[in-house]
């Protein structure tokens, strides 16, 4: 194992940049990325919400963005449930895939060739390649937008699980009776700790005492987790005790991650990973003071991604990369996932 397959085997189709493609449930975002992870050129579509209009859509972007320059391969990151040998998409709510071989249907079209991965750990192969991630021996990337992705890399080698849906740990009920989820159950972690979840809580604070002072906008549905955060920064009381309550949510999921996994590192990414000086703190100490045996064990550092939402395109695209290397029939010494050798570019 030499470092990524293209660099130690010389000039080829392999060193040319691929395509990540973040696929969520309203937008298609789509970026071009070369092997040192920076981003060369990006597209952006609403998501399609039946399945033909979807692969058209996908088609129609990858064909904009390999018009423009040569790409080796395309790497999709999906939130949903994907095969554990990564050829089909079982189910994903935002999405109308179902046990659909996407790679199969797509690589043809775009005479490409097409790889899948969860979204969250397509985040966590950019974090480790081009972020804090790649520093620790275990770690968890646990990434929070609207909803939280998880993803756990062990000594460099992605845990997938028993069904490749390995760990859902948005969905672990931490309030019996809580605010219901769309997975169905209730008092979901991430209904408490989300971008949406900041969102609830602000609304709920704002009608429990409609005197209160507040820059937030008032009524159901119009407030935004972006809102909150950039009222808190503002200095918005209410916004900031949202925040704090988010922060103490935080602090309690990466607690559960240190006592189910424990890690030596755990990285806050997605979305809020921008808001993180208004909530970090806040959280480190929940964590410290509820991990099991705290104060007798070494505690994982917790650090805050350094590539924020791109992390997913970026780890889709260089994990397709890697892989259409180490698939060429004609070539050698691709590095496989569990090489995770660092190339030393980040950006
Ligand atoms: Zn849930």
């Known amino acids: ?100 071989a996407v790679p199969a249907r797509l690589a043809p079209r775009v005479g490409l060739p097409v790889y899948l991965e969860h979204d969250a750990n397509s985040a966590a192969w950019g974090e480790m390649w081009f972020g804090p991630a790649g520093s620790g021996e275990n770690v968890a990337v646990v990434a929070i937008g609207t909803v939280i992705g998880a993803a756990l890399l062990i000594g460099g080698t992605m845990y997938r699980g028993s069904n490749g849906v390995a760990p859902e740990l948005g969905h672990l009920p931490v309030v019996p009776g809580g605010r219901p989820c769309a997975c169905g159950k209730s008092g979901c972690l991430e209904r408490y700790c989300s971008g949406t979840a900041l969102a609830a809580t602000a609304d709920a604070m704002l009608a429990a005492a409609p005197e209160r002072a507040s820059s937030l906008p008032r009524g159901a549905g119009a407030l935004t987790g972006a809102a909150v955060a950039e009222a808190a920064a503002a200095g918005d009381g209410v916004a900031r005790e949202a925040m704090s309550d988010f922060a103490q949510w935080l602090g309690v999921g990466l607690s559960i991650v240190a006592d189910v996994f424990d890690p030596d590192l755990i990285v806050v990414a997605g979305g809020v990973a921008a808001s993180a000086p208004l909530f970090l703190d806040d959280a480190r100490r929940v964590y410290a003071g509820m991990v099991t045996g705290a104060g007798h064990r070494r505690l994982a550092r917790i650090r805050r991604s350094e590539l924020g939402v791109a992390a997913a395109m970026i780890g889709a695209a260089e994990s397709a990369r890697r892989s259409a290397a180490a698939d060429a029939p004609d070539r050698h010494g691709g590095a496989q996932e569990g090489g995770a050798a660092r190339d030393g570019g980040a950006q």
């Open 1 to 100: 194992m030499t470092g990524p397959a293209g660099i130690a085997d010389g000039p080829g189709a392999d060193d040319h940049p691929a395509i990540g493609i973040d696929i969520g449930g309203t937008n298609l975002r789509a970026a071009v990325v070369d092997a040192a992870g920076a981003v060369l050129d990006t597209v952006s579509v609403g998501t399609p919400h039946d399945p033909a209009s979807l692969d058209t859509a996908l088609v129609d972007v990858i064909g904009t963005l390999a018009a423009r320059r040569p790409v080796s391969a395309v790497g999709l990151a999906v939130a949903g449930f994907i095969s554990r040998d990564q050829q089909v998409v079982r189910f994903a709510p935002h999405l109308p895939w179902r046990d659909s």
